[in-house]
């Protein structure tokens, strides 16, 4: 499966403010000057990709120590759809096919 | 082009205009506030064609910051185009505060912000609040300080429509009011210069401490509102939240999270004068 084989980056912590409010978190962007609201699991899964390129079955595997994400497969297709529209707001970036 | 100049709460405005009328008015509705002397935002009052000085005058409002397909307004709404382009430079010019579309009125050091769409009723809430007790701060736009996350005053003249005018004159039998500006694009309008403790005290600002969203018109109720709803909420209410870049963010985000913030409905201002005195009692 390519998607789950693409590896993604998030920018350095400091390149973003986040702000847990209930039940969203935003999050500033300070190169866009954007906000995004966002829902569990994308908060968690910033923070646990930290600067390490990751592909979405790594990172699943890395969440599912702290975090409910379901059955595994259920899981790697979940967090490879986030990854692929956090990529689309710019907040991860795609860094090559494994 | 005589023009006229006046200090509302941090900003400084001057106005010039090509008919003297509107400027009467204002130099008389704003006879106690501050004259600066320094300009922030410069709004000019012109005639839409050379002609239009004389003939069926027409008012362009021109100025700083302008919104290009503004309609034309006849002259005897003057003042109406006057406080309609000061509001704008407000609107699309003024960064050192963040700017959210509110009113909001001080008692103890401490601020209530009400918000909402036209026709919720915050502004004349505000005015009937700085009626009894309360210091009126302002009824269009209340500025948040980034550094301090103070409220800082906004008292402009009260811009009362329609049945909130005859309201306000049986409220307020010593106020001072403007013409009646029939069939504006609002409906009927007619100013009111805000009490004198709001004027002689626009320079103090206030923390604030309750958030509500008044509604006009339907049966009573409170409902909580989530950070996270207010927080939307409050950026479709802000005329330059993504203009401050992040100190909007941290501006907005320090008073969502320290201000409870709560949804009411009403259908008198009795009974949401009420309400707020009790909300403010338990929450603030």
Known sequence: ?????????????????????????????????????????????????????????????????????????????????RLEELAGLGLVERISDA | ??????????????????????????????????????????????????????????????????????????????LLAAEMAMNLQMALGWRRHLLLHASAVERDGRVLVMTGQSGSGKSTLSALLGSQGWRFMGDEFVLLDPVTGQVAPFPRLISLKNSAISAMQAAQRDARFGPLLAGTPKGDI????????????????????????????????VREVAPSETFMRLTQASTNYVALGEAGFTTLTRFVKSVPSRAIDYQSGEEAIALVEKLWERLA
């Open chain 2, 190 to 221: 007619r100013h009111m210069v805000p009490p004198p403790d709001a004027i002689a005290q626009m320079a103090q600002g206030g923390a604030p401490a309750l958030l509500l969203f008044p509604r006009y018109g339907y049966p009573g109720a």
């Open chain 1, 1 to 81: 499966m390519a998607a789950s084989e693409t590896h993604y980056q998030a920018e350095p912590a400091d390149a973003r403010i986040v702000e847990p409010l209930d039940m969203m978190t935003l999050i500033y962007q300070r190169r866009s000057g954007i906000t995004h609201m966002v829902g569990e699991p994308v908060p968690q899964m910033l923070e646990e990709m930290g600067r390490d390129a990751v592909d979405a079955s790594t990172l699943a595997e890395r969440l599912a120590a702290s975090f409910d994400l379901g059955g595994q497969d259920d899981a790697v297709a979940l967090i490879a759809e």
């Open chain 2, 1 to 78: 082009m005589p023009e006229f100049r006046v200090q509302v709460g941090p900003a400084a405005f001057r106005i010039g205009s090509a008919w003297s009328a509107p400027l009467e008015q204002m130099a008389e509705l704003y006879r106690d506030y501050p004259k600066p002397d320094f300009t922030d935002f410069t709004v000019r009052l012109e005639p839409t064609t050379w002609l239009r000085r004389w003939l069926r005058p027409s008012i362009a409002i021109g100025g700083d910051y302008m919104l290009p397909d503004a309609a034309p307004l006849p002259l005897a709404q003057g």
